[in-house]
């Protein structure tokens, strides 16, 4: 069974930047579709960037340009490089796998992290 652990929160400025990790364990999610999804407080879980088993990658738009997504088969492990960090994107992040496919709804993913807190200070 394949588990997912994320590291790399913590608490930045706003403008500044974190890199969050996401390693696999118990098996191997090469052929998976890996996510970045977060939840702010009273808010929905929503996507953040999506990566395919090929390397193809989507990032949401209130994002785009700031966040990058990548994976290391061979580490077994997705990263999630946020830059230029804003108030609105605190929350706590988690990492998640699904056959095969990419989607963005956080409920067609079935392996979960147990997540990782980002806060941002103005």
């Known amino acids: 069974q394949v588990r997912l652990a994320e590291s790399g929160g913590g608490s930045v400025q706003a403008g500044g930047s974190l890199r969050l990790s996401c390693v696999s364990s118990?098996?191997?999610?090469?052929?998976?579709?890996l996510g970045w999804f977060r939840q702010a407080p009273g808010k929905e879980r929503e996507g953040v960037a999506i990566i395919n088993a090929g390397g193809n990658t989507q990032v949401a738009d209130s994002v785009k340009g700031r966040f990058t997504i990548s994976r290391d088969n061979a580490k077994k492990m997705v990263f999630l490089q946020m830059n230029s960090l804003k108030s609105e994107d605190a929350g706590t992040y988690s990492c998640?796998?699904?056959?095969?496919?990419?989607?963005?709804?956080?409920?067609?993913?079935?392996?979960w992290g147990q997540g990782t807190q980002v806060t941002v200070s103005s």
């Open positions: 118990g098996g191997t999610a090469s052929r998976y579709c």
């Open positions: 998640a796998a699904r056959r095969y496919a990419c989607m963005w709804q956080p409920n067609a993913y079935g392996l």
